[in-house]
């Protein structure tokens, strides 16, 4: 079960990561858009640490208060209830 879990972190994040590139050129390019609605949805599912990265390293949504501010937020909502969970296993 913990392989499968660490396979779609893996999977997730990479997704997540891409999607960053992808709107990215896309914006630059003035084409369609993955609506940002779906970049939360990704980091939501888990591949908050890849949009975070993405957002970094491709200097994208960077001026937009709701995904500096958004992004981490998610995160840290994930990790503390990966840590509860992780506790309440091992306890």
């Known amino acids: 079960?913990?392989?499968?879990?660490?396979i779609y972190a893996v999977i997730i994040n990479i997704i997540g990561l891409f999607s960053?590139?992808?709107d990215k050129r896309r914006a630059i390019k003035n084409k369609w858009r993955i609506p940002e609605k779906t970049l939360f949805l990704?980091?939501?599912?888990?591949?908050?640490?890849?949009?975070?990265?993405g957002m970094r390293l491709f200097r994208h949504k960077t001026k937009h208060w709701y995904f500096a501010y958004g992004?981490?937020?998610?995160?840290?909502?994930?990790?503390?209830?990966?840590?509860?969970?992780l506790g309440k296993y091992y306890l």
């Open 20 to 22: 960053m590139l992808i």
């Open 71 to 85: 992004m981490p937020a998610i995160l840290i909502v994930q990790l503390v209830i990966i840590s509860l969970l």
């Open 1 to 6: 079960m913990i392989k499968i879990i660490i």
């Open 42 to 53: 990704i980091a939501v599912i888990g591949g908050s640490v890849g949009s975070i990265a």
